[in-house]
């Protein structure tokens, strides 16, 4: 028989969950300020209640065993039901306890946290198995980073860590501890800022992992690490080789190692808000006959701010952005070897791509309404299109290059992919993938006569003879531009100045008449 009844209760303090008795009229229920509390005899006129008070932050699960619940601070509790000050605690799970089940035989106790994982505990507490795939979290804020020796995504996982998860198999298949911090949870009245991963990069061979924490803090000076990480082949670990405080003086927003497998030759660069570009390679430490990371060098625009940078495949170059101009530079000397700026699109630089395989030598570039080609060897703009680009993508296996764009009208999200091969007369090809756009059908032109002479025959023709009318044609003393494109073709700083080569390049381009008998 089911009663139904309900109970009006005049307090400040709201529920968050509640659980059942499955065979006693009792009643558990949390509330915003932590407590847990006891009703029995609910349908009865002698109610009774007992409040049991640990957690400062809202209680997000409660259940029956003697009894036990979960908040905020990443804790488990598990009280005697019949004595309030007896509990015993879980402390420091990885994340936020979202619901608590305990087995029949109040053996094992089930515990699912809101990072995507179950945790078994038996009955003293202890923890026996853990049940995990991928760490789900609010955002990635360090992007997603491909590891060729693993063939995993690297991201970033519970707090302070990074997780290495396998797409192919579905599976998480370790985790590294980058902060090497227990997490701080929140207060009721204030928001403690934990120290978070902004940043990660891998070396092409996979041996090398940097990363950036940051603590973000309002009242005090932000606290920024650079760390790199060497991989030990006997261990199967990441181990700590380099810790740097400060690498910056503002937020690091782009790093990147140089695809070099040799480690000697191995370099680091990280761009930060600064307006501040460094440079880091591996030095030799005498004493403990190993390796260490320092900084090479430097540079800034002073007023501009930097763009993350990129390198080729074989990272002899590094391209990065000042504002509107693009510079390229030797990564090895830390040298400037060109300045790039169109004087028709002056947009600050957003994103830098190099192409890949036999395009390595073009480099585009993207702004916030225009993308752009550049030619390395020329020094000179191949084309641009008015695009909105929100991220710029290059594959490293073939010579396609994606951009995702954010158009104006809602939330739709296009991808283009542009091809760098020249194919007959079109410079580039263009594929659009989008959900809003409505397919079209498939038309065809038939012959009216369904005849076999008539499907032979043509809808429309066309006649190429010419008149025999006399013309009088203009040709041009160099018809085949070779002069000019000796000009244009010609590296900038190995030309002559230009008041000695410009009486030729005119005279080349003077168009002169006919002369008529």
Same mark, same amino acid.
């Given at each position: 028989?089911?009663?139904?009844?309900?109970?009006? *209760?005049?307090?400040?303090?709201?529920?968050?969950?509640?659980?059942?008795?499955?065979?006693?009229?009792?009643?558990?229920?949390?509330?915003?300020?932590?407590?847990?509390?006891?009703?029995?005899?609910?349908?009865?006129? /002698?109610?009774?209640?007992?409040?049991?008070?640990?957690?400062?932050?809202?209680?997000?699960?409660?259940?029956?065993?003697?009894?036990?619940?979960?908040?905020?601070?990443?804790?488990?509790?598990?009280?005697?039901?019949?004595?309030?000050?007896?509990?015993?605690? @879980?402390?420091?799970?990885?994340?936020?306890?979202?619901?608590?089940?305990?087995?029949?035989?109040?053996?094992?106790?089930?515990?699912?946290?809101?990072?995507?994982?179950?945790?078994?505990?038996?009955?003293?507490?202890?923890q026996i198995a853990l049940i995990q795939? =991928?760490? =789900?979290?609010?955002?990635?804020?360090?992007?997603?980073?491909?590891?060729?020796?693993?063939?995993? =995504?690297?991201?970033?996982?519970?707090?302070?860590?990074?997780?290495?998860?396998?797409?192919?198999?579905?599976?998480? !298949?370790?985790?590294?501890?980058?902060?090497?911090?227990?997490?701080?949870?929140?207060?009721?009245?204030?928001?403690?800022?934990?120290?978070? *991963?902004?940043?990660?990069?891998?070396s092409k061979n996979g041996h090398w992992?940097?990363?950036?924490?940051?603590?973000?803090?309002?009242?005090?000076?932000?606290?920024?690490?650079?760390?790199?990480?060497?991989?030990?082949?006997?261990?199967?670990?990441?181990?700590?080789?380099?810790? *740097?405080?400060?690498?910056?003086?503002?937020?690091?927003?782009?790093?990147?190692?140089?695809?070099?497998?040799?480690?000697? /030759?191995?370099?680091?660069?990280?761009?930060?808000?600064?307006?501040?570009?460094?440079?880091?390679?591996?030095? /030799?430490?005498?004493?403990?006959?190993?390796?260490?990371?320092?900084? !090479?060098?430097?540079?800034?625009?002073?007023?501009?701010?930097?763009?993350?940078?990129?390198?080729?495949?074989?990272?002899? =170059?590094?391209?990065?952005?000042?504002?509107?101009?693009?510079?390229?530079?030797?990564?090895?000397?830390?040298?400037?070897?060109?300045?790039?700026?169109?004087?028709?699109?002056?947009?600050? @630089?957003?994103?830098?791509?190099?192409?890949?395989?036999?395009?390595?030598?073009?480099?585009?570039?993207?702004?916030?309404?225009?993308?752009?080609?550049?030619?390395?060897?020329?020094?000179?703009?191949?084309?641009?299109?008015?695009?909105?680009?929100?991220?710029?993508? #290059?594959?490293?296996?073939?010579?396609?290059?994606?951009?995702?764009?954010?158009?104006?009208?809602?939330?739709?999200?296009?991808?283009?992919?542009?091809?760098?091969?020249?194919?007959?007369?079109? !410079?580039? /090809?263009?594929?659009c993938v989008s959900g809003s756009e409505?397919?079209?059908?498939?038309?065809?032109?038939?012959?009216?006569?369904?005849?076999?002479?008539?499907?032979?025959?043509?809808?429309?023709?066309?006649?190429?003879?010419?008149? #025999?009318?006399?013309?009088?044609?203009?040709?041009?003393?160099?018809?085949?531009?070779?002069?000019?494109?000796?000009?244009?073709?010609?590296?900038?700083?190995?030309?002559?100045?230009?008041?000695?080569?410009?009486?030729?390049?005119?005279?080349?381009?003077?168009?002169?008449?006919?002369?008529?008998?």
């Open positions: 028989m089911l009663v139904s009844e309900m109970h009006h *209760i005049h307090s400040s303090r709201t529920f968050t969950c509640i659980a059942c008795h499955p065979s006693e009229e009792v009643v558990l229920t949390g509330d915003s300020t932590g407590r847990v509390v006891v009703w029995q005899n609910i349908f009865s006129r /002698e109610k009774s209640q007992s409040v049991f008070h640990w957690h400062t932050l809202p209680v997000r699960t409660v259940s029956f065993s003697t009894s036990g619940d979960g908040g905020g601070e990443c804790v488990l509790v598990k009280w005697q039901f019949d004595n309030v000050n007896d509990k015993k605690f @879980v402390p420091r799970i990885a994340a936020e306890l979202e619901h608590v089940s305990v087995a029949k035989n109040n053996v094992y106790v089930a515990v699912a946290t809101s990072d995507n994982t179950v945790r078994i505990f038996d009955s003293q507490l202890y795939h =991928l760490v =789900l979290g609010k955002q990635y804020s360090s992007g997603i980073v491909y590891d060729p020796r693993t063939r995993a =995504l690297i991201m970033n996982g519970n707090q302070g860590q990074v997780q290495f998860y396998s797409p192919s198999d579905m599976s998480l !298949l370790y985790s590294v501890d980058i902060v090497g911090q227990n997490k701080i949870t929140n207060e009721r009245d204030a928001t403690i800022q934990n120290t978070e *991963i902004m940043r990660v990069a891998l992992l940097a990363t950036v924490e940051e603590r973000k803090d309002e009242k005090y000076q932000n606290e920024i690490r650079l760390k790199f990480w060497k991989f030990d082949n006997e261990k199967q670990i990441f181990e700590l080789n380099t810790s *740097i405080e400060y690498p910056h003086e503002h937020s690091v927003n782009s790093m990147l190692f140089q695809p070099a497998n040799k480690s000697p /030759e191995l370099r680091c660069v990280t761009v930060a808000n600064d307006k501040k570009f460094k440079i880091w390679q591996l030095d /030799e430490v005498t004493r403990k006959k190993d390796v260490a990371w320092k900084c !090479l060098a430097s540079d800034s625009s002073g007023t501009s701010r930097v763009v993350p940078c990129l390198s080729p495949a074989d990272g002899s =170059l590094m391209a990065t952005g000042f504002g509107q101009i693009l510079t390229v530079w030797t990564p090895d000397t830390c040298h400037l070897k060109c300045s790039l700026i169109h004087p028709l699109y002056k947009e600050k @630089v957003k994103h830098v791509q190099f192409g890949y395989s036999n395009q390595c030598h073009l480099l585009v570039s993207a702004s916030a309404n225009q993308l752009s080609v550049w030619n390395l060897l020329t020094l000179c703009m191949v084309w641009t299109v008015p695009v909105r680009v929100a991220l710029l993508v #290059a594959d490293p296996l073939s010579t396609n290059v994606a951009v995702m764009t954010q158009q104006k009208e809602g939330s739709v999200v296009k991808c283009y992919i542009w091809y760098f091969e020249n194919f007959c007369s079109m !410079l580039t /090809e263009l594929y409505n397919p079209t059908d498939a038309t065809s032109e038939l012959p009216e006569d369904g005849s076999s002479f008539s499907i032979m025959t043509p809808n429309h023709k066309t006649s190429l003879a010419q008149s #025999a009318t006399p013309r009088r044609h203009m040709y041009e003393k160099d018809a085949g531009h070779v002069t000019l494109k000796k000009y244009l073709d010609a590296p900038i700083h190995t030309m002559a100045p230009v008041r000695y080569t410009c009486y030729g390049l005119l005279k080349s381009l003077t168009v002169q008449k006919d002369s008529v008998s």
